[in-house]
Nanobody, 119 residues
Framework: QVQLVESGGGLVQPGGSLRLSCAAS????????MGWYRQPPGKERELVAF???????DYADSMKGRFTISRDNAKNTVYLQIDSLKPEDTAVYYC?????????????WGQGTQVTVSS
């Protein structure tokens, strides 16, 4: 089992920055990749970025440039830095983890954190 807790969301003005955090607990060693997704109002959930256990990162094409995913292994935490925020970045941001344990793959989600970009 893996538990994910996001934090760092809030109301931000256009052009501002925000750093989201996702703290993982449980069977950390089983995690193979962690990522961030977002769900804008009235739209489907979409991938933002992910980071593998190797440290390699990847981003959805539309997210390259203003989004940076990183992690702190000592804190079992993954971050998403968002710069130059736009109103269209308004969404619930979800942390995701995939683990491999006992011969089975599992997917976990956090509860989500709301990001609202508005003046």
């Amino acid at each position: 089992q893996v538990q994910l807790v996001e934090s760092g969301g809030g109301l931000v003005q256009p052009g501002g920055s925000l750093r989201l955090s996702c703290a993982a607990s449980g069977i950390i060693a089983s995690i193979t990749v962690m990522g961030w997704y977002r769900q804008p109002p009235g739209k489907e959930r979409e991938l933002v970025a992910f980071i593998r256990s190797s440290g390699d990162t990847d981003y959805a094409d539309s997210m390259k440039g203003r989004f940076t995913i990183s992690r702190d292994n000592a804190k079992n935490t993954v971050y998403l830095q968002i710069d130059s925020l736009k109103p269209e970045d308004t969404a619930v941001y979800y942390c995701n983890a995939r683990s491999f344990y006992g011969g089975t793959y599992y997917t976990y989600w956090g509860q989500g954190t709301q990001v609202t970009v508005s003046s």
